[in-house]
């Protein structure tokens, strides 16, 4: 089993940064890839981005290229995801997801945080 916490959200204004952290812990050497997910009342959960743990690539949602970084610290199993130049849109619960192998915009990962709120205003 793996356990996700997630850390970092909060309210901020328009054009502001905030950095989400994702710490992993339990069967850490299972995980495959790490990923953000969020989800704004009334629509359905997004990919926002994720990174394979082996090599490092990165996929993002159009919506966030060049605004949002994802990174991860194999020391202290944690995955992080920097957000720039955020917007009301951006408004939303933010989940982490691990999973052994997939990687992609599904938000079937099999592990999943409980989630961390993320408030843009204008």
């Known amino acids: 089993q793996v356990q996700l916490v997630e850390s970092g959200g909060g309210s901020v204004q328009a054009g502001g940064s905030l950095r989400l952290s994702c710490a992993a812990s339990g069967n850490t050497y299972t995980i495959g890839c790490m990923g953000w997910f969020r989800q704004a009342p009334g629509k359905e959960r997004e990919r926002v981005a994720s990174?394979?743990?082996?090599?490092?690539?990165?996929y993002y949602a159009d919506s966030v290229k060049g605004r949002f970084s994802i990174s991860h610290d194999s020391a202290k199993n944690t995955v992080y995801l920097l957000m720039n130049a955020l917007n009301v849109e951006d408004t939303a619960m933010y989940y982490c997801?691990?999973?052994?192998?997939?990687?992609?915009?599904?938000?079937?990962?099999?592990?999943r945080g409980q989630g961390t709120q993320v408030t843009v205003s204008s």
């Open positions: 997801a691990a999973d052994p192998r997939y990687c992609g915009i599904r938000a079937d990962y099999l592990y």
């Open positions: 990174i394979y743990l082996g090599s490092l690539s990165t």
